[in-house]
């Protein structure tokens, strides 16, 4: 029996770490959204200090999760598709296809989890727009030698004159 010992590329416990805090946000800021909404008592039969208290929680919520759990999550889904692409890039593979029958089985999970939940669905945007990422993963680098937001970063502290 031959064995292979192929070298994998171990994960990077601080994305895995970042997407778990962005699912588990975006989790409490649907369960505040949609869970809870047959439930609410008319607020003037209730006592003041009781709706002020809703309120404050509602703020925090979603000033300290929603737009921060949002954004993490789409930084992530780019970072992911990056990381993917590379490695599969060093092992002479094509990405390409594999991503885009990832983002079809994602479009279907997208479009379940919209017909339980109508209000919008971050998760059909990704799958909209991941297409464009497998047209356009080769068009930078063919021209630059590093990346877009190094190249950006690079003009912003050195200036654009060479």
Same mark, same amino acid.
């Given at each position: 029996m031959q064995q292979t010992t192929e070298t994998k590329v171990p994960r990077i416990e601080v994305v895995d770490a970042l997407r778990g805090f962005a699912v588990v946000a975006i989790l409490l800021v649907h369960s505040l959204e949609h869970f809870i909404f047959p439930v609410y008592p008319d607020p003037a039969h209730v006592p003041a200090w009781l709706n002020i208290l809703d309120q404050g929680v509602n703020s925090v919520i979603f000033s300290l999760f929603a737009g921060k759990a949002y954004a993490i999550f789409a930084l992530l889904f780019g970072f992911t598709f990056y990381i993917q692409y590379t490695n599969q890039q060093k092992k002479g593979k094509d990405f390409g296809l594999?991503?885009?029958?990832?983002?079809?089985?994602?479009?279907?999970?997208?479009? /379940?989890? $919209?017909?339980?939940? !109508?209000?919008?669905? +971050?998760?059909? /945007?990704? $799958?909209?727009?991941? !297409?464009?990422?497998? +047209?356009?993963?080769?068009?930078?680098?063919?021209?630059h030698k590093q990346g877009p937001l190094e190249f950006i970063w690079h003009k912003l502290t050195w200036g654009f004159k060479k």
């Open positions: 594999r991503f885009l029958w990832r983002l079809f089985l994602l479009m279907g999970f997208a479009t /379940l989890n $919209a017909a339980f939940f !109508p209000g919008g669905d +971050v998760l059909m /945007l990704f $799958a909209f727009v991941g !297409p464009v990422l497998v +047209v356009v993963r080769k068009w930078w680098l063919k021209s």
